[in-house]
Protein backbone atom coordinates (compact mmCIF):
# COMPACT_ATOMS: atom_id res chain seq x y z
CA UNK A 1 0.00 0.00 0.00
CA UNK A 2 2.47 2.46 0.61
CA UNK A 3 4.36 1.36 -2.07
CA UNK A 4 1.52 1.99 -4.24
CA UNK A 5 0.73 5.27 -2.57
CA UNK A 6 4.33 6.66 -3.55
CA UNK A 7 3.82 5.84 -6.93
CA UNK A 8 0.85 8.45 -6.91
CA UNK A 9 2.68 11.12 -5.57
CA UNK A 10 5.61 10.59 -7.65
CA UNK A 11 3.41 10.96 -10.43
CA UNK A 12 1.68 13.90 -8.92
CA UNK A 13 5.44 15.74 -8.52
CA UNK A 14 5.88 14.40 -11.58
CA UNK A 15 3.08 15.97 -13.41
CA UNK A 16 3.41 19.30 -11.96
CA UNK A 17 6.98 19.18 -12.72
CA UNK A 18 6.87 18.90 -16.10
CA UNK A 19 3.77 21.26 -16.96
CA UNK A 20 4.93 24.23 -14.26
CA UNK A 21 8.24 23.88 -16.81
CA UNK A 22 6.20 24.30 -19.70
CA UNK A 23 4.88 27.02 -18.28
CA UNK A 24 7.46 29.21 -17.04
CA UNK A 25 9.52 28.45 -20.06
CA UNK A 26 7.03 27.20 -22.93
CA UNK A 27 10.13 28.00 -25.80
CA UNK A 28 13.00 26.47 -24.21
CA UNK A 29 11.08 23.39 -22.70
CA UNK A 30 9.82 23.11 -26.17
CA UNK A 31 13.11 23.31 -28.19
CA UNK A 32 14.75 20.56 -25.76
CA UNK A 33 11.58 18.76 -26.58
CA UNK A 34 12.11 19.37 -30.44
CA UNK A 35 15.80 17.93 -29.90
CA UNK A 36 14.76 14.78 -28.22
CA UNK A 37 12.14 14.55 -30.90
CA UNK A 38 13.63 14.99 -33.95
CA UNK A 39 16.71 13.01 -32.87
CA UNK A 40 15.16 10.11 -31.51
CA UNK A 41 11.99 9.72 -33.15
CA UNK A 42 12.88 11.26 -36.30
CA UNK A 43 16.12 8.68 -36.39
CA UNK A 44 14.50 5.90 -34.46
CA UNK A 45 10.90 6.06 -34.74
CA UNK A 46 10.71 2.41 -36.21
CA UNK A 47 11.19 1.19 -32.34
CA UNK A 48 7.90 1.96 -32.83
CA UNK A 49 6.66 0.53 -35.98
CA UNK A 50 8.62 -2.69 -36.27
CA UNK A 51 7.34 -4.30 -32.89
CA UNK A 52 3.72 -3.29 -33.52
CA UNK A 53 3.78 -4.61 -36.90
CA UNK A 54 5.74 -7.54 -35.41
CA UNK A 55 2.89 -8.02 -32.88
CA UNK A 56 0.08 -8.10 -35.78
CA UNK A 57 1.33 -11.00 -37.53
CA UNK A 58 2.11 -12.85 -34.82
CA UNK A 59 -1.60 -12.53 -33.40
CA UNK A 60 -2.97 -13.56 -36.40
CA UNK A 61 -1.10 -16.62 -36.86
CA UNK A 62 -1.41 -17.50 -33.50
CA UNK A 63 -5.04 -17.15 -33.91
CA UNK A 64 -5.49 -20.45 -36.28
CA UNK A 65 -3.18 -22.67 -33.44
CA UNK A 66 -4.49 -24.45 -30.82
CA UNK A 67 -3.34 -21.45 -28.68
CA UNK A 68 -5.92 -19.49 -30.16
CA UNK A 69 -8.16 -21.05 -27.65
CA UNK A 70 -6.47 -20.03 -24.75
CA UNK A 71 -9.26 -18.63 -22.37
CA UNK A 72 -8.53 -15.93 -20.24
CA UNK A 73 -10.15 -16.70 -16.40
CA UNK A 74 -13.21 -19.39 -15.93
CA UNK A 75 -16.67 -19.30 -16.98
CA UNK A 76 -18.33 -17.62 -19.35
CA UNK A 77 -17.66 -14.33 -20.77
CA UNK A 78 -17.72 -10.99 -18.00
CA UNK A 79 -19.65 -8.55 -20.84
CA UNK A 80 -21.81 -9.88 -23.90
CA UNK A 81 -19.99 -9.11 -27.43
CA UNK A 82 -21.87 -5.93 -28.19
CA UNK A 83 -21.31 -4.30 -25.02
CA UNK A 84 -17.69 -5.47 -25.38
CA UNK A 85 -16.85 -4.17 -28.48
CA UNK A 86 -18.53 -1.04 -27.66
CA UNK A 87 -16.63 -0.52 -24.42
CA UNK A 88 -13.50 -1.38 -26.54
CA UNK A 89 -14.38 1.24 -29.29
CA UNK A 90 -15.13 3.69 -27.09
CA UNK A 91 -11.84 3.86 -25.03
CA UNK A 92 -9.81 3.33 -28.07
CA UNK A 93 -9.99 5.75 -29.97
CA UNK A 94 -13.61 6.83 -30.21
CA UNK A 95 -13.13 11.22 -30.01
CA UNK A 96 -9.80 10.51 -32.09
CA UNK A 97 -11.79 8.90 -34.92
CA UNK A 98 -14.12 11.42 -34.61
CA UNK A 99 -11.86 14.89 -34.88
CA UNK A 100 -9.56 12.96 -37.49
CA UNK A 101 -12.00 10.90 -39.46
CA UNK A 102 -12.30 14.51 -41.91
CA UNK A 103 -9.21 16.53 -40.57
CA UNK A 104 -6.28 13.81 -41.95
CA UNK A 105 -7.67 12.73 -45.53
CA UNK A 106 -7.95 16.57 -45.79
CA UNK A 107 -4.41 17.23 -44.75
CA UNK A 108 -2.88 14.70 -47.12
CA UNK A 109 -4.87 15.28 -50.00
CA UNK A 110 -3.34 18.90 -49.57
CA UNK A 111 -0.02 17.96 -49.53
CA UNK A 112 -0.80 16.90 -52.86
CA UNK A 113 -1.77 13.35 -52.21
CA UNK A 114 -4.39 11.67 -54.10
CA UNK A 115 -7.40 10.51 -52.27
CA UNK A 116 -6.92 7.12 -52.39
CA UNK A 117 -3.24 7.55 -51.12
CA UNK A 118 -4.72 10.14 -48.22
CA UNK A 119 -7.22 7.23 -47.17
CA UNK A 120 -4.42 4.66 -47.42
CA UNK A 121 -2.19 6.75 -44.87
CA UNK A 122 -4.98 6.92 -42.21
CA UNK A 123 -5.61 3.38 -42.74
CA UNK A 124 -1.75 3.04 -41.82
CA UNK A 125 -1.99 5.16 -38.94
CA UNK A 126 -5.37 4.40 -37.34
CA UNK A 127 -5.49 0.52 -37.66
CA UNK A 128 -3.66 -2.89 -37.47
CA UNK A 129 -0.06 -0.68 -36.21
CA UNK A 130 -2.56 1.46 -33.17
CA UNK A 131 -4.65 -2.27 -32.69
CA UNK A 132 -2.21 -4.57 -32.01
CA UNK A 133 -0.71 -2.47 -29.67
CA UNK A 134 -4.19 -2.61 -27.73
CA UNK A 135 -4.03 -6.00 -27.94
CA UNK A 136 -0.21 -7.15 -27.15
CA UNK A 137 -0.78 -5.21 -24.00
CA UNK A 138 -4.31 -6.53 -23.32
CA UNK A 139 -3.37 -10.30 -23.86
CA UNK A 140 -0.36 -9.67 -21.22
CA UNK A 141 -2.40 -8.28 -18.65
CA UNK A 142 -5.60 -10.18 -19.39
CA UNK A 143 -3.32 -13.78 -18.80
CA UNK A 144 -1.20 -12.29 -16.06
CA UNK A 145 -4.40 -11.09 -14.13
CA UNK A 146 -6.96 -13.77 -14.87
CA UNK A 147 -4.99 -16.73 -15.32
CA UNK A 148 -1.49 -16.11 -12.92
CA UNK A 149 -3.85 -14.67 -10.29
CA UNK A 150 -1.33 -11.28 -10.12
CA UNK A 151 -3.14 -8.45 -9.29
CA UNK A 152 -0.72 -5.96 -10.03
CA UNK A 153 1.08 -7.01 -13.54
CA UNK A 154 3.08 -3.98 -13.88
CA UNK A 155 4.94 -3.88 -11.15
CA UNK A 156 5.11 -8.09 -10.54
CA UNK A 157 6.78 -8.91 -14.09
CA UNK A 158 9.69 -6.37 -13.43
CA UNK A 159 10.63 -7.65 -10.47
CA UNK A 160 8.88 -5.23 -8.22
CA UNK A 161 11.82 -3.19 -7.74
CA UNK A 162 13.06 0.44 -8.68
CA UNK A 163 13.15 -0.43 -12.41
CA UNK A 164 9.57 -1.42 -12.24
CA UNK A 165 8.69 1.71 -9.92
CA UNK A 166 9.96 4.20 -12.62
CA UNK A 167 8.11 2.46 -15.01
CA UNK A 168 4.83 1.94 -13.47
CA UNK A 169 4.85 5.87 -12.80
CA UNK A 170 6.07 6.83 -16.28
CA UNK A 171 2.92 5.20 -17.62
CA UNK A 172 0.53 6.47 -14.95
CA UNK A 173 1.95 10.41 -15.98
CA UNK A 174 1.40 9.19 -19.66
CA UNK A 175 -2.29 8.45 -19.35
CA UNK A 176 -2.62 11.54 -17.09
CA UNK A 177 -1.48 13.83 -19.43
CA UNK A 178 -2.88 12.59 -22.53
CA UNK A 179 -6.33 12.15 -20.78
CA UNK A 180 -6.01 15.97 -20.15
CA UNK A 181 -4.99 16.89 -23.41
CA UNK A 182 -8.23 14.94 -24.55
CA UNK A 183 -10.07 17.30 -21.56
CA UNK A 184 -9.25 20.26 -23.34
CA UNK A 185 -10.36 19.13 -27.12
CA UNK A 186 -13.65 17.68 -25.66
CA UNK A 187 -14.43 21.30 -23.99
CA UNK A 188 -13.99 23.31 -27.07
CA UNK A 189 -16.57 21.65 -29.45
CA UNK A 190 -18.70 21.23 -26.37
CA UNK A 191 -18.60 25.18 -25.39
CA UNK A 192 -18.93 25.47 -29.14
CA UNK A 193 -22.09 23.48 -29.04
CA UNK A 194 -23.77 25.01 -26.17
CA UNK A 195 -22.97 28.44 -27.45
CA UNK A 196 -24.75 27.26 -30.72
CA UNK A 197 -27.91 25.63 -29.12
CA UNK A 198 -28.50 27.65 -26.09
CA UNK A 199 -26.70 31.22 -26.71
CA UNK A 200 -24.84 30.40 -23.20
CA UNK A 201 -21.12 31.46 -23.50
CA UNK A 202 -19.70 29.20 -20.76
CA UNK A 203 -15.73 29.33 -19.77
CA UNK A 204 -13.61 26.07 -20.80
CA UNK A 205 -12.84 25.43 -17.24
CA UNK A 206 -16.50 25.08 -16.41
CA UNK A 207 -17.20 22.94 -19.02
CA UNK A 208 -13.90 20.64 -18.10
CA UNK A 209 -15.27 20.41 -14.60
CA UNK A 210 -18.97 19.21 -15.56
CA UNK A 211 -17.10 16.39 -17.63
CA UNK A 212 -15.35 15.60 -14.96
CA UNK A 213 -18.02 15.68 -12.59
CA UNK A 214 -19.85 13.29 -15.41
CA UNK A 215 -16.58 10.97 -15.30
CA UNK A 216 -17.31 10.91 -11.36
CA UNK A 217 -20.77 9.99 -11.70
CA UNK A 218 -20.07 7.29 -13.97
CA UNK A 219 -16.95 5.95 -12.27
CA UNK A 220 -19.70 5.40 -8.91
CA UNK A 221 -22.20 3.24 -10.80
CA UNK A 222 -19.23 0.80 -11.58
CA UNK A 223 -17.80 -0.47 -14.68
CA UNK A 224 -20.85 -2.99 -15.39
CA UNK A 225 -22.93 -0.18 -15.56
CA UNK A 226 -21.43 3.50 -16.01
CA UNK A 227 -18.89 2.55 -18.68
CA UNK A 228 -20.82 -0.50 -20.29
CA UNK A 229 -24.19 1.80 -20.59
CA UNK A 230 -22.00 4.69 -22.11
CA UNK A 231 -20.20 2.80 -24.46
CA UNK A 232 -23.38 1.25 -25.84
CA UNK A 233 -24.77 4.11 -26.20
CA UNK A 234 -21.69 5.61 -27.37
CA UNK A 235 -21.77 3.13 -30.15
CA UNK A 236 -24.91 3.65 -31.28
CA UNK A 237 -24.49 7.51 -31.87
CA UNK A 238 -21.50 6.72 -33.78
CA UNK A 239 -23.27 4.21 -36.14
CA UNK A 240 -26.11 6.42 -36.55
CA UNK A 241 -23.59 9.17 -37.22
CA UNK A 242 -21.87 7.63 -39.70
CA UNK A 243 -24.76 6.12 -41.55
CA UNK A 244 -26.03 8.97 -41.72
CA UNK A 245 -23.06 10.66 -43.36
CA UNK A 246 -22.71 7.99 -45.69
CA UNK A 247 -26.60 8.58 -46.84
CA UNK A 248 -26.16 12.17 -47.05
CA UNK A 249 -22.98 11.91 -48.90
CA UNK A 250 -21.47 10.20 -51.79
CA UNK A 251 -23.03 6.10 -50.86
CA UNK A 252 -21.67 4.72 -54.66
CA UNK A 253 -18.30 6.20 -54.34
CA UNK A 254 -17.73 5.16 -50.65
CA UNK A 255 -18.30 1.72 -50.82
CA UNK A 256 -16.35 1.47 -54.58
CA UNK A 257 -13.77 3.34 -52.62
CA UNK A 258 -13.97 0.96 -49.77
CA UNK A 259 -13.88 -2.47 -51.27
CA UNK A 260 -11.11 -1.56 -53.69
CA UNK A 261 -9.09 0.15 -50.93
CA UNK A 262 -8.88 -2.48 -47.83
CA UNK A 263 -7.06 -5.36 -50.58
CA UNK A 264 -5.04 -2.71 -51.17
CA UNK A 265 -3.90 -1.57 -47.73
CA UNK A 266 -3.55 -4.86 -46.81
CA UNK A 267 -1.12 -5.81 -49.08
CA UNK A 268 0.46 -2.21 -48.91
CA UNK A 269 0.56 -2.90 -44.89
CA UNK A 270 3.96 -4.61 -44.45
CA UNK A 271 6.17 -2.10 -46.70
CA UNK A 272 3.95 1.04 -45.06
CA UNK A 273 4.28 -0.37 -41.40
CA UNK A 274 8.22 -0.74 -41.66
CA UNK A 275 8.97 2.01 -43.94
CA UNK A 276 12.07 4.35 -42.29
CA UNK A 277 12.64 6.69 -45.52
CA UNK A 278 15.97 4.70 -46.33
CA UNK A 279 17.74 7.43 -48.66
CA UNK A 280 15.31 9.93 -48.86
CA UNK A 281 15.57 12.69 -46.29
CA UNK A 282 11.98 14.31 -47.47
CA UNK A 283 10.17 10.93 -46.53
CA UNK A 284 12.23 10.24 -43.41
CA UNK A 285 11.03 13.82 -42.53
CA UNK A 286 7.05 12.92 -43.11
CA UNK A 287 7.60 9.93 -41.32
CA UNK A 288 8.60 11.55 -37.83
CA UNK A 289 5.67 13.84 -38.53
CA UNK A 290 2.78 11.56 -38.89
CA UNK A 291 3.32 7.44 -39.18
CA UNK A 292 6.52 7.70 -36.23
CA UNK A 293 3.89 10.72 -34.53
CA UNK A 294 1.13 8.64 -34.25
CA UNK A 295 2.44 5.17 -33.06
CA UNK A 296 4.39 7.49 -30.21
CA UNK A 297 1.29 8.86 -29.56
CA UNK A 298 -0.40 5.28 -29.56
CA UNK A 299 2.11 4.18 -27.15
CA UNK A 300 1.20 6.77 -25.04
CA UNK A 301 -2.70 4.99 -24.93
CA UNK A 302 -1.26 1.03 -25.32
CA UNK A 303 -1.45 0.45 -21.50
CA UNK A 304 -4.20 2.63 -20.54
CA UNK A 305 -6.19 1.18 -22.89
CA UNK A 306 -4.62 -2.11 -22.96
CA UNK A 307 -5.00 -2.62 -19.53
CA UNK A 308 -8.94 -1.91 -19.46
CA UNK A 309 -9.32 -4.57 -22.12
CA UNK A 310 -7.85 -7.04 -19.90
CA UNK A 311 -10.17 -5.74 -17.38
CA UNK A 312 -13.09 -6.48 -19.48
CA UNK A 313 -11.83 -9.65 -20.88
CA UNK A 314 -12.54 -11.83 -18.41
CA UNK A 315 -13.90 -15.50 -19.78
CA UNK A 316 -12.84 -14.37 -23.34
CA UNK A 317 -10.29 -16.19 -25.42
CA UNK A 318 -7.11 -15.29 -27.38
CA UNK A 319 -8.86 -15.75 -30.88
CA UNK A 320 -11.78 -13.34 -29.42
CA UNK A 321 -9.25 -10.96 -28.62
CA UNK A 322 -7.44 -11.01 -31.68
CA UNK A 323 -10.81 -10.51 -33.50
CA UNK A 324 -12.35 -8.34 -31.56
CA UNK A 325 -9.45 -5.69 -30.37
CA UNK A 326 -7.34 -5.86 -33.50
CA UNK A 327 -9.16 -7.42 -36.89
CA UNK A 328 -12.56 -6.40 -36.34
CA UNK A 329 -11.74 -2.68 -35.18
CA UNK A 330 -9.41 -2.01 -37.83
CA UNK A 331 -11.49 -2.70 -40.19
CA UNK A 332 -13.93 -0.13 -38.46
CA UNK A 333 -11.66 1.95 -39.23
CA UNK A 334 -11.23 1.86 -42.49
CA UNK A 335 -14.46 2.13 -43.15
CA UNK A 336 -14.94 5.59 -40.95
CA UNK A 337 -12.29 7.29 -42.62
CA UNK A 338 -13.41 6.29 -46.12
CA UNK A 339 -17.07 7.39 -45.00
CA UNK A 340 -16.32 10.93 -43.24
CA UNK A 341 -12.85 11.51 -45.48
CA UNK A 342 -14.95 11.01 -48.82
CA UNK A 343 -17.46 13.27 -47.23
CA UNK A 344 -15.21 15.96 -45.94
CA UNK A 345 -13.76 16.42 -49.43
CA UNK A 346 -16.69 16.38 -51.35
CA UNK A 347 -18.45 18.40 -49.52
CA UNK A 348 -15.07 21.34 -49.10
CA UNK A 349 -15.63 20.63 -45.26
CA UNK A 350 -12.89 21.65 -42.91
CA UNK A 351 -13.66 19.31 -40.00
CA UNK A 352 -16.56 17.32 -38.71
CA UNK A 353 -18.43 19.89 -37.15
CA UNK A 354 -18.55 21.65 -41.20
CA UNK A 355 -18.90 18.34 -42.39
CA UNK A 356 -22.49 17.80 -40.43
CA UNK A 357 -23.74 21.64 -40.96
CA UNK A 358 -23.24 21.05 -44.86
CA UNK A 359 -24.93 17.62 -45.21
CA UNK A 360 -27.71 18.34 -42.43
CA UNK A 361 -29.33 21.83 -42.63
CA UNK A 362 -31.78 20.85 -39.85
CA UNK A 363 -28.84 20.32 -36.84
CA UNK A 364 -30.01 16.61 -36.21
CA UNK A 365 -26.17 15.23 -37.02
CA UNK A 366 -24.75 18.15 -34.99
CA UNK A 367 -26.85 17.67 -32.10
CA UNK A 368 -25.84 13.46 -32.17
CA UNK A 369 -22.22 14.60 -32.83
CA UNK A 370 -22.26 16.42 -29.83
CA UNK A 371 -23.63 13.86 -27.85
CA UNK A 372 -21.33 11.44 -29.25
CA UNK A 373 -18.76 13.67 -27.96
CA UNK A 374 -19.59 13.92 -24.72
CA UNK A 375 -20.30 10.31 -24.09
CA UNK A 376 -16.92 9.42 -25.42
CA UNK A 377 -15.33 11.78 -23.30
CA UNK A 378 -16.82 10.69 -20.05
CA UNK A 379 -16.06 6.59 -20.56
CA UNK A 380 -12.66 7.72 -21.91
CA UNK A 381 -12.11 9.65 -18.55
CA UNK A 382 -14.04 7.18 -16.36
CA UNK A 383 -11.78 4.44 -17.98
CA UNK A 384 -8.52 6.42 -17.76
CA UNK A 385 -9.61 6.52 -13.98
CA UNK A 386 -10.18 3.08 -13.14
CA UNK A 387 -6.91 2.24 -15.02
CA UNK A 388 -4.48 4.64 -12.87
CA UNK A 389 -6.53 2.98 -9.74
CA UNK A 390 -5.77 -0.43 -10.64
CA UNK A 391 -2.13 1.08 -11.17
CA UNK A 392 -1.92 2.64 -7.91
CA UNK A 393 -4.08 2.85 -4.90
CA UNK A 394 -7.40 1.64 -4.70
CA UNK A 395 -10.47 3.71 -4.17
CA UNK A 396 -8.09 6.72 -6.06
CA UNK A 397 -10.52 6.65 -9.50
CA UNK A 398 -12.33 10.06 -8.73
CA UNK A 399 -8.95 11.61 -7.42
CA UNK A 400 -6.99 11.00 -10.99
CA UNK A 401 -10.43 11.81 -13.05
CA UNK A 402 -10.11 15.25 -10.96
CA UNK A 403 -6.12 15.74 -11.45
CA UNK A 404 -6.95 14.94 -15.37
CA UNK A 405 -9.40 18.07 -15.29
CA UNK A 406 -7.56 20.42 -12.80
CA UNK A 407 -4.14 19.37 -15.45
CA UNK A 408 -6.53 20.32 -18.34
CA UNK A 409 -8.05 23.70 -16.63
CA UNK A 410 -4.54 24.78 -16.05
CA UNK A 411 -3.76 23.79 -19.74
CA UNK A 412 -6.29 25.92 -20.80
CA UNK A 413 -5.44 29.41 -18.94
CA UNK A 414 -2.57 28.86 -20.29
CA UNK A 415 -3.43 28.66 -23.89
CA UNK A 416 -0.93 29.94 -26.37
CA UNK A 417 1.95 27.43 -27.02
CA UNK A 418 1.00 25.33 -24.21
CA UNK A 419 -0.80 23.25 -26.25
CA UNK A 420 2.08 22.42 -28.82
CA UNK A 421 4.59 21.78 -25.90
CA UNK A 422 1.72 19.30 -24.89
CA UNK A 423 1.78 17.77 -27.66
CA UNK A 424 5.48 17.55 -28.18
CA UNK A 425 5.77 16.08 -24.33
CA UNK A 426 3.58 13.04 -25.18
CA UNK A 427 5.19 12.12 -28.19
CA UNK A 428 8.71 12.50 -26.22
CA UNK A 429 7.16 10.66 -22.85
CA UNK A 430 6.17 7.84 -25.63
CA UNK A 431 9.86 6.87 -25.43
CA UNK A 432 10.06 5.47 -21.66
CA UNK A 433 6.88 4.20 -21.93
CA UNK A 434 7.45 2.37 -25.19
CA UNK A 435 10.83 1.08 -23.26
CA UNK A 436 8.76 0.05 -20.54
CA UNK A 437 6.41 -2.26 -22.63
CA UNK A 438 8.99 -3.97 -24.03
CA UNK A 439 10.24 -4.60 -20.59
CA UNK A 440 6.87 -5.87 -19.32
CA UNK A 441 6.68 -7.99 -22.39
CA UNK A 442 10.09 -9.17 -21.76
CA UNK A 443 9.20 -10.28 -17.96
CA UNK A 444 5.60 -11.38 -19.47
CA UNK A 445 7.80 -14.24 -21.45
CA UNK A 446 10.22 -15.06 -18.90
CA UNK A 447 7.22 -15.49 -16.46
CA UNK A 448 5.13 -17.69 -19.10
CA UNK A 449 8.42 -19.89 -19.77
CA UNK A 450 8.77 -20.72 -16.09
CA UNK A 451 5.36 -21.74 -15.49
CA UNK A 452 6.16 -24.04 -18.56
CA UNK A 453 9.52 -25.39 -16.91
CA UNK A 454 7.59 -25.83 -13.85
CA UNK A 455 4.58 -27.64 -15.31
CA UNK A 456 7.52 -29.89 -17.33
CA UNK A 457 9.36 -31.11 -14.38
CA UNK A 458 6.44 -31.99 -12.27
Not at 111 to 125: I, M, V
Not at 431 to 436: H, N, R, S, T, Y
Request: hydrophobic letters at 55%; charged letters at 10%.
Amino acid sequence: MKQNLGISIATVVTVIALIGTAAIAPQSFQSVLEAIKVSVIGNLGFIFTWPAFLASVIFVVVMFTPLGKLRFGEGPPEFSTISWIGMLFATGMGIGLLTWGVLEPRYHVEAGNSTDQALLYAFNHWGLLAWSGYLAVGVIFAHAMHNLGIGKPAETLLGGGLLSRINLVSLVVSTVIGLSLTFSYAADPLRQAITRYTGAELDAAVVILVLSAFAIASSTTGIKRGIKWLSNYNTLLALILMGGVFLLSEPGQIVMTFLRLVPEYIAQYPAMATDIGAGDPERKAWLADWLYAFEAAWYGWFIFTGVFIARISRGRTLRQLVLGVMLVPSLFSCLWFTVFGIAGLSTGSEDVFALMSALDSSGVLSVILTLNILLFFVTSADSAGLVCEMLTVRRSRAFWILMMAGLAVVINRLDGDIFKVILSLISVAAIPVALGIFALTAGFLMLVRQGRERQIST
